[in-house]
């Protein structure tokens, strides 16, 4: 399923125009986005957090 979320992600539609497209069930491919989300959010974690210096 992770392969289609990748493809959905590329193809630019949105989750229900992609899940009709491919005969796929709305519900269960979004539960499978937020699956993928979060076992990939470790690749995007280093870029989400900035050091701040404090001036005193």
Not at 10 to 20: D, H, I, K, M, V
Request: charged share 20%.
């Amino acid at each position: 399923m992770f392969q289609h979320v990748e493809n959905w992600k590329r193809s630019g539609l949105t989750q229900a125009f992609y899940c009709e497209d491919q005969n796929l069930k709305a519900p269960t491919f979004s539960y499978s986005v937020l699956k993928y989300q979060r076992q990939n959010i470790h690749l995007d974690s280093e870029s989400a957090f900035i050091t701040i210096k404090k001036y005193s």
